[in-house]
């Protein structure tokens, strides 16, 4: 049984057995950040919702940290603050080092795509990412997704901000994760195509993820206009909400 503790955006917390692994902490307090679009969408100051009130009781469990990219919606300075504060270990991508060394971080490991780590006594393989469509990614930069295997406990696959690629096709099907999580939020600047997974994609990738569904990266960002209804309406018209999860900030998931 694996437990997913929705924070909010992507930011979540995977309990497994005694270990809490924090995945993509942006914890600053609601508007702290400029808005990321201005003509597009209208322009709010980020993230646009506060944190739910259960996070501090979440956050003092955690034992690990997975961070896919650098983005300040991924890792914020009050992120920071809280990994060096609590000297949480961290995992990121190699490409990621250097910055989070400087910044105080205790990186315990670090992956590069198709490579596979020991991890809390099972497995942990880096999957390649890319965050967006056309030209977008020549300034969004490098992301990794993550593939976990732990003993005792369901796979899951950790995709990222990424477009649907074949990496991520490959590892739906043949890695076959019992859990799959979902940027979902249909995110864009004010140039520029998506920057993650547009509905077409999004429906593509719930139809071939094997098991559960959890979408995140919803109603946290002014540049992310798909809201939880929206995303449920898309669901309901392909017949696929029944594999989806789609938590409410704060809540708490638990996945056979």
Known sequence: MLKIHHIRNATF?????????????????????????????KAKRNPTVDLPTNYE???DKVTHCIITHLHPDHIDSAGRE??????????????????????????SSSLEYWQKDKFLGGTILG???KHGYGFITSITGNVI????????????????????TDAVDKILLEKKPDITVLAAGNAQFDFGRQLIMN???IVKFVKNSPGKVYANHIESLNHCPMTRHQLKS??????????????????LMIIE
């Open 199 to 201: 509905p077409k994609d």
């Open 145 to 164: 997704g993550c593939h976990l295997e732990l003993p005792n406990e369901p796979s899951i696959y950790i995709s990222a901000d990424t477009i649907y």
């Open 82 to 107: 809280f990994l060096v504060k609590n000297n949480i270990p961290v995992i990121c991508s190699v490409k990621d080092v250097a910055k989070l060394k400087k910044d105080g971080l205790n990186i």
């Open 13 to 41: 917390v995977i309990e497994a057995g005694t270990n809490f692994i924090l995945i993509d902490p942006m914890l600053g307090e609601k508007g702290f950040m400029p808005a990321f679009s201005f003509f597009r969408f």
């Open 234 to 251: 898309l669901l309901e018209e392909h017949n696929l909400l029944d594999k989806v999860y789609i938590p409410e900030d704060g809540e």
């Open 57 to 59: 009781a979440i956050l």
């Open 127 to 129: 999957v390649p990412a």
